[in-house]
């Protein structure tokens, strides 16, 4: 089946920091979709993407759909502690199933 | 802010009893699904459901797992006879078309 590969898996953020994170793929996806999950909650959608090479902001979170179509990133910018959580990029191929990425742990630094 | 809503939260059943996991999407959605995450993995598509009847299912989707839209609202996942592997949190989620909302869960232990 088709896989999402995100990266990195954890890192640490200062407050004020920019955070970057990606998913790549084999096969070609035609919606890309990014979730934030708190501990114990739901997946809470923060941006989609629908067109190769779009790039779409919502506050301080930018996101892109690569040209491809295999890939897409996720900008933070000035990050807070709120921002702390478990960030998912998801693809949509033919239908509505969502493949998931393993995740991307956003840790504060102590 | 329309919400999708699971009910329970959390629920302890032992190993061979079949459980019910109910959800209501948000109400002019079309498309329904179940995704479940098993602790500190990815979140896994089981099924997606449109126009009352099942338009996907994964291969986790066994015939052990029924859906059903029993009325206008509410959303149901059916384990018939549940398997330690089956402990998982289970997530509902409905969109209108690509954007899919997700609910806060459903905590499944089998002991």
């Known amino acids: 089946g088709q896989q999402l590969n995100q990266s990195p898996q954890s890192m640490f953020i200062q407050e004020g920091e920019d955070v970057s994170m990606n998913c790549t793929s084999s096969?070609?996806?035609?919606?890309w979709l990014w979730y934030k999950q708190d501990p114990g909650e739901g997946p809470v959608l923060l941006i989609a993407l629908y067109k190769a090479g779009e790039l779409t902001s919502n506050g301080r979170l930018t996101a892109q759909f690569g040209i491809t179509r295999k890939d897409s990133f996720l900008n933070i910018s000035a990050s807070i502690p709120s921002d702390v959580g478990i960030y998912f990029c998801a693809g949509q191929a033919a239908g509505n199933k969502l493949t998931f990425g393993g995740g991307t742990r956003v840790l504060v630094k102590p | 802010e329309p919400e999708v809503t699971q009910t329970p939260s959390h629920q302890v059943t032992q190993m061979g009893q079949e459980v019910i996991l109910r959800c209501v999407p948000i109400?002019?959605?079309?498309?329904f699904y179940w995704y479940r995450q098993i602790l500190g993995q990815k979140v896994e598509f089981l099924v997606s459901?449109?126009?009352?009847?099942?338009?996907?299912k994964s291969e986790i989707f066994d015939d052990q797992f029924s859906v059903e839209r029993p009325d206008g609202s509410n959303f149901t996942l059916k384990i018939r006879s549940t398997k330690l592997e089956d402990s998982a949190m289970y997530f509902c989620?409905?969109?209108?078309?690509?954007?899919?909302?997700f609910g806060p869960g459903t905590r499944l232990t089998v002991t």
């Open positions: 459901f449109y126009n009352n009847e099942i338009s996907e």
């Open positions: 096969s070609i996806f035609n919606t």
């Open positions: 989620a409905s969109s209108s078309l690509y954007e899919q909302y």
């Open positions: 109400s002019n959605h079309l498309y």
